[in-house]
T-cell receptor, first 118, second 116 residues
């Protein structure tokens, strides 16, 4: 079956511009996660959704970052007034159930969107 | 907060050599522990996991044992192949009720290169 897809694969923008990054999770997965990966680092958590609601947005770095999942499937990460420091690979993942000590909830990752802010 | 520390890399080995990549963690209670792998040009994928103390996760010849007493989850493989060349990430997800429940906290990654 289809995996997690992300569009665009690459995005180049200028400082101060607004960008939207899209994530299509695996069909039927209730949980959706966003991570950010800077060069040479591991992914850092941004936000996750259970259904339509943001269950934990504690990783969003500031109020320029916002994410939605209006119908409980596709999600969009929105970045306002982009800065050069926002340049990174933005990863989306989905899981059937929420990741936890039950042993279920394996996260399946998309290929990422590489954002470059000039 | 919770954190994961991996041995500093990169790691370069000859084919059929023994591999160890160290991983230690800081977390309250009993988190779930994971190893993810990222092959060149591909996305992150789960390699193995362990959800309670003394559990051993295994897959594709790789193994890791959840050691609560040393807060470690070291990755091992007895005989590496060229095709194992990739970036390996150790990660945890906190137990229910904790601040890191439901999400993954990753280490910085270890680049493994295996030469023929």
């Amino acid at each position: 079956g289809a995996g997690v897809s992300q569009t665009p694969s690459n995005k180049v923008t200028e400082k101060g511009k607004y960008v939207e990054l899209r994530c299509d999770p695996i069909s039927g997965h209730t949980a959706l996660y966003w991570y950010r990966q800077s060069l040479g680092q591991g992914p850092e958590f941004l936000i996750y959704f259970q259904g339509t609601g943001a269950a934990d947005d504690s990783g969003l770095p500031n109020d320029r970052f916002f994410a939605v999942r209006p119908e409980g499937s596709v999600s969009t990460l929105k970045i306002q007034r982009t800065e050069r420091g926002d340049s990174a690979v933005y990863l989306c993942a989905s899981s059937l159930t929420l990741t936890g000590t039950s042993g279920r909830g394996e996260q399946f990752f998309g290929p990422g969107t590489r954002l470059t802010v000039l | 907060g919770d954190s994961v520390t991996q041995m500093e890399g990169p790691v370069t080995l000859s084919e059929e050599a023994f591999l160890t990549i160290n991983c230690t963690y800081t977390a309250t209670g009993y988190p779930s522990l994971f190893w993810y792998v990222q092959y060149p040009g591909e996305g992150l994928q789960l390699l193995l996991k362990a959800t309670k103390a003394d559990d051993k996760g295994s897959n594709k010849g790789f193994e890791a044992t959840y050691r609560k007493e040393t807060t470690s989850f070291h990755l091992e493989k007895g005989s590496v192949q060229v095709s194992d060349s990739a970036v390996y990430f150790c990660a945890l997800s906190g137990e229910a009720g904790g601040t890191s429940y439901g999400k993954l906290t990753f280490g910085q990654g270890t680049i493994l290169t295996v030469h023929p």
